[in-house]
């Protein structure tokens, strides 16, 4: 489909309104069959995009937006790392963003996921002493 369509110095519509923290537009295009599961360059989903540029709401409608369409599976992947083996729920915790994870855990993130340092979000909460985020994880 058009929406789908991108090389390698384009973005696709949805990637920009997610950039753009464009929530209205984000929803037109997930209604709209756009690929929720597209990649950016480095390996991250467009939920590591919408946390890392503090779009709660996107993030938000990513994860509501609906697992089934007939019988195939459309919803985002929230255990997917990008190209730094980080999850969403990690990157969440390294950003100190507090009702981002939150989010993420009501969603069912995995917290038990390791990088390829074993590192889980709760270490880098330790790390970087979040006590708040620490007690969220444990």
């Given at each position: 489909s058009r929406l789908a369509e991108e090389n390698r110095k384009r973005k696709t519509a949805l990637i920009l309104s997610v950039e753009s923290g464009n929530s209205e537009i984000v929803k037109m295009l997930l209604k709209a069959n756009a690929n929720i599961n597209e990649k950016l360059f480095d390996a991250s989903n467009l939920l590591h995009l919408s946390i890392i540029?503090?779009?709660?709401?996107?993030?938000?409608?990513?994860?509501?937006?609906?697992?089934?369409?007939?019988?195939?599976?459309?919803?985002?992947?929230?255990?997917?790392?990008?190209g730094n083996g980080l999850t969403p729920l990690?990157?969440?915790t390294a950003l100190g963003d507090r009702d981002t994870v939150k989010l993420l855990l009501e969603f069912g993130a995995d917290k038990k996921i390791e990088t390829a340092q074993n590192y889980t979000a709760l270490s880098f909460?330790?790390?970087l002493g979040y006590k708040e985020i620490i007690q969220m994880l444990q």
């Open positions: 540029k503090g779009y709660r709401d996107i993030s938000r409608i990513l994860l509501e937006f609906p697992k089934k369409s007939q019988v195939t599976y459309t919803g985002i992947d929230i255990n997917e790392k990008d990690m990157l969440a909460a330790k790390d």
